[in-house]
């Protein structure tokens, strides 16, 4: 598929730079508290990156080869001074304090101009509900965020227009990954898009077919401006 095509919009979007994790509070559910990441981390993110089943679904599709890997490749970029450009959180069961994934908006390469949702989950906690119970509390955490006005261009199709629009979260899935399909569509998100380009995991050689996924904003009119 070609580069899809995009479109400028006036909408919100949270201010930024985000807050540092010092002063982010911990998002609590019913049994999973989402947290800033610290460097006391490393054990339990490396034990979910070298998990084959976990790393599959990611874009480069294998596991980290090492602590160093996973401490300069992938945690650096949610610790200081890197943590004001992205929102992402460690993920920890509220009963005993088990890493047991990472999510948020871990992102600042905008594959449609939207803030982008990501998650991992631990495969031993796979199917149990802890993703959908994530990315609910997230995305409710996320519509709180003191907003600024914002111009900027996304893909055509994720709004209805251009011009003023509302503003949207977005996704993206593994059109063969129905488990967070199914997550995303449970949170309220709608497909918009499904398209495919050459696989980027190391050693697959096919296509991958990819699926564009978008949130409206449910507190249009009543933004908190920074």
């Given at each position: 598929?070609?580069?899809?095509?995009?479109?400028?919009?006036?909408?919100?979007?949270p201010?930024?730079?985000?807050?540092?994790?010092?002063?982010r509070?911990?998002?609590?559910?019913?049994?999973?508290?989402?947290?800033?990441?610290?460097?006391?981390?490393?054990?339990?993110?490396?034990?979910?990156?070298?998990?084959?089943?976990?790393m599959?679904?990611?874009?480069?599709?294998?596991?980290?080869?090492?602590?160093?890997?996973?401490?300069?490749?992938?945690?650096?970029?949610?610790?200081?001074?890197?943590?004001?450009?992205?929102?992402?959180?460690?993920?920890?069961?509220?009963?005993?304090?088990?890493?047991?994934?990472?999510?948020?908006?871990?992102?600042?390469d905008?594959?449609?101009?939207?803030?982008?949702?990501?998650?991992?989950?631990?495969?031993?906690?796979?199917?149990?509900?802890?993703?959908?119970?994530?990315?609910?509390?997230?995305?409710?955490?996320?519509?709180?965020?003191?907003?600024?006005?914002?111009?900027i261009?996304?893909?055509?199709?994720?709004?209805?227009?251009?011009?003023?629009?509302?503003?949207?979260?977005?996704?993206?899935?593994?059109?063969?990954?129905?488990?967070?399909?199914?997550?995303?569509?449970?949170?309220?998100?709608?497909?918009?898009?499904?398209?495919?380009?050459?696989?980027?995991?190391?050693?697959?050689?096919?296509?991958?077919?990819?699926?564009?996924?978008?949130?409206?904003?449910?507190?249009?009119?009543?933004k908190?401006?920074?």
């Amino acid at each position: 598929m070609a580069k899809p095509s995009k479109i400028k919009v006036k909408t919100y979007l949270p201010t930024q730079p985000f807050p540092p994790n010092a002063e982010r509070k911990p998002i609590r559910t019913e049994r999973l508290i989402i947290r800033p990441y610290t460097e006391e981390d490393l054990d339990g993110i490396y034990a979910i990156r070298t998990q084959p089943e976990v790393m599959h679904f990611s874009a480069v599709g294998q596991i980290d080869a090492s602590k160093d890997e996973t401490r300069t490749s992938y945690l650096a970029r949610y610790l200081p001074p890197n943590d004001i450009r992205t929102y992402n959180n460690i993920l920890c069961l509220a009963s005993t304090g088990e890493i047991i994934g990472m999510g948020g908006m871990p992102k600042t390469d905008l594959f449609f101009g939207w803030p982008e949702v990501g998650y991992m989950l631990k495969k031993e906690y796979w199917g149990q509900g802890y993703a959908t119970e994530f990315v609910r509390a997230f995305i409710d955490h996320w519509w709180t965020l003191p907003r600024s006005e914002a111009e900027i261009e996304v893909v055509e199709g994720s709004v209805d227009r251009s011009g003023e629009v509302p503003e949207m979260l977005s996704a993206i899935a593994d059109d063969n990954n129905p488990r967070s399909k199914h997550v995303l569509e449970k949170a309220g998100f709608r497909q918009f898009i499904r398209w495919t380009e050459p696989d980027t995991r190391v050693g697959i050689t096919d296509d991958i077919t990819l699926v564009g996924f978008v949130l409206e904003s449910p507190v249009q009119g009543a933004k908190v401006l920074s």
